[in-house]
């Protein structure tokens, strides 16, 4: 190769370098935010790395080392989720902890992603129904989800107690839909089919239908265990004489 050919090809590498550099400077420049930032907060009110604010806090009844630990927990279980990313049960403790310090759309964002990485698990689902429930008052949404976490988690004796209080709270249309929630639950979990027909005891027995409230009690006799059975007697006599009057 010719000494001004060889001139040429150094040339044409030493410009096509330069070229890179400066569109790799470029690229640095424009998206250095991008790519240095730290993970955004859930919001701009609430961010576990940021100041806590004890006094937002104390006006909820925590106080500073109850803060304290919760903060604690969080960032330790959000730096575990940095190593395993969306672990069910890291998602669920965090959404836990913002729960108990009322920082209610962090909670509804974690649950959010737990259900996202996890559609088939039951827990987030009933987590995310609590807070539309209380605080928010999103009742459709909230029987919505919990009917989802029922479907999930069939053999959760809780989560059909949810969505039953929440039909007499608020859905009184619903109540004739409380019954067969509870069977259902006592079909699907026959070991803890006292806890269903402990419930419409309670239940019928308030809406004065004293006949179901007896037959449920009667359920309760045959199965509880047998210290628990005087009491079931006790509520059935108690439930006959009020028949009678």
């Known amino acids: 190769m010719k000494q001004e050919e060889k001139k040429i090809i150094i040339w044409l590498v030493v410009i096509i370098v330069a070229i890179v550099l400066v569109a790799a400077g470029y690229f640095l420049i424009k998206n250095r935010n991008n790519l240095f930032k730290q993970p955004a907060p859930v919001s701009a009110e609430f961010s576990i790395y940021g100041p806590i604010d004890y006094a937002k806090y104390e006006k909820i009844g925590l106080k500073k080392e109850k803060v304290d630990i919760l903060f604690g927990k969080m960032k330790e279980t959000t730096e575990a989720l940095k190593i395993k990313p969306n672990d069910y049960d890291y998602l669920i403790q965090l959404g836990g902890f913002e729960k108990i310090l009322k920082e209610?759309?962090?909670?509804?964002?974690?649950?959010?992603q737990a259900i996202s990485a996890f559609p088939d698990y039951g827990v987030a689902y009933a987590e995310t129904a609590d807070i539309y429930i209380y605080p928010l008052g999103?009742?459709?949404e909230a029987e919505d989800y919990l009917k989802k976490a029922i479907e999930r988690m069939p053999y959760r004796s809780d989560y059909y107690r949810w969505l039953a209080d929440l039909y007499i709270a608020k859905f009184p249309q619903k109540k004739a839909e409380i019954e067969p929630l509870m069977l259902r639950g006592a079909k699907e979990t026959p070991s803890n089919a006292l806890s269903f027909y402990s419930y419409l005891v309670v239940y019928f027995q308030r809406?004065?239908?004293f006949n179901k409230a007896i037959t449920y009690t009667n359920k309760c006799v045959q199965?509880?265990?047998?210290a628990e059975r005087a009491n079931f007697r006790q509520t059935l006599g108690e439930l006959q004489a009020e028949l009678k009057k």
């Open 104 to 112: 209610y759309d962090a909670a509804l964002k974690t649950y959010s």
């Open 138 to 140: 999103r009742y459709n």
């Open 207 to 209: 809406e004065g239908d």
């Open 223 to 226: 199965i509880a265990p047998e």
